[in-house]
């Protein structure tokens, strides 16, 4: 395609998405209409003297759960923005539209846009992506720099692969997926890094990340611990309390988690009646207490040297989890909060055996998984979180 007919399509999509939406939808194509019924009302302002809209992307419901996190804050009131795409997880959001009507709706991106401006007065960025749709074109250096101008105050919240330059992962660890993975996948995800790294550098604001590990690739953040309910994830049942171990692994990208460097040997010991494996894809957020619930052993990652939700919710549930860590996130996690993750160390050279030691040894690891719950309501349940956002909401973190 020319030079010419590229800037000529780009030209009629700007031009179509100024048009109101009545007049819009019958231009576009027919992978680009949305109902005009679709289309919600801007979003409406929480009540307080500070108000936080935070958005788009709610991954594992963090948006929401940040949110939730800032309202612990005397005067402060929160709304989280999500952009539903056809294989969402369903999780939890104050505000949603569409993804194809976020995409495709200069309508609602500027009545968004106005009222965020008009009802707001801080932005958090997740995931360094776009919350306007057609209002700046896409591009959200736009976005923050015309909220600035507005008054209101904008932060960064990087929740991974946005800011992990898997280049320096590479370095780090003998495991990460940057190493033998796809070169294409590899080298567009260097890219993103980069692009928003740039966006970190010239926007110059206060920044978070969700994981400590992250902080090697931008140090000015603050960890702003993941949150979640411990309550939805309780669980009567205790863990290792007879039979051969189940052993559960449910990773939402493989490549990442490591799966095929642990999963030939997991599944030999689960053959060998050791321990019952059962792996795990793609299922409703709802369902997943109840599968923790009949589990004894959760496995999470096993080459990008963190812990994340999965985790989390595991431990509240009581469930023992094994994973690899870096020492760098097991000593910042230890500086912050004076705690010790109870999650047990295992690579992929060493996972049979601490998985064989753990059938072997249920009393010592169910006293590990019996702390998770205690971990998890000192760390991940939203007191901490808020107490980070306090100075960026102008609060006292003591509040």
Request: net charge negative.
């Amino acid at each position: 395609m020319s030079t010419l007919s590229t800037k000529a399509r780009i030209a009629y999509r700007r031009a179509v998405g100024m048009l109101p939406d009545r007049l819009s939808v019958p231009l576009r194509p027919s992978d680009r209409k949305f109902e005009l019924a679709d289309v919600p009302p801007p979003v409406a302002a929480p009540i307080g003297d500070t108000r936080l809209y935070t958005a788009p992307a709610n991954f594992a419901a963090q948006g929401y759960q940040w949110a939730r996190a800032a309202e612990r804050l005397p005067g402060v009131g929160a709304v989280n923005m999500q952009y539903r795409a056809s294989g969402d997880f369903g999780f939890p959001a104050d505000y949603s539209v569409s993804e194809r009507v976020f995409l495709n709706s200069g309508t609602w991106a500027r009545r968004q846009r106005d009222a965020v401006a008009d009802g707001f007065t801080h932005v958090i960025f997740e995931a360094e992506r776009p919350i306007f749709g057609l209002a700046f074109e896409r591009f959200p250096e736009r976005e923050a720099r015309w909220l600035q101008g507005r008054g209101l105050q904008v932060g960064l919240a990087s929740l991974g692969t946005d800011l992990r330059l898997p280049s320096r992962h590479a370095q780090l660890d003998r495991w990460s997926p940057f190493r033998d993975g796809d070169h294409a996948w590899i080298a567009d995800l260097e890219t993103k890094a980069l692009r928003n790294r740039g966006l970190f550098e010239r926007l110059g604001v206060p920044s978070f990340v969700a994981t400590p590990e992250l902080l090697g690739d931008w140090p000015d953040a603050v960890w702003l611990p993941i949150v979640i309910d411990p309550s939805e994830w309780h669980s009567d049942r205790e863990a290792l309390t007879g039979g051969a171990p189940i052993v559960l692994h449910a990773p939402t990208n493989p490549a990442v988690k490591g799966t095929a460097l642990i999963e030939p040997v997991v599944e030999r010991l689960s053959a060998d009646g050791i321990i019952d494996y059962q792996r795990i894809v793609k299922v409703p957020a709802s369902e997943m207490p109840e599968r923790y619930a009949q589990s004894d052993v959760v496995l999470d990652q096993f080459a990008l040297g963190i812990y994340a939700t999965t985790s989390i919710e595991a431990m509240a549930a009581g469930r023992l989890v094994v994973a690899h860590l870096h020492d760098q996130v097991r000593d910042h996690i230890r500086e912050i909060t004076g705690l010790d993750a109870p999650i047990v160390e295992a690579t992929p050279d060493t996972i049979g055996e601490v998985l064989r030691d753990v059938a072997a040894r249920p009393e010592h690891y169910r006293e590990i998984a019996q702390r998770g719950p205690d971990y998890v309501e000192a760390v991940h349940n939203g007191a901490l979180a808020s107490r980070v956002l306090a100075p960026f909401l102008g609060k006292s973190a003591g509040s």
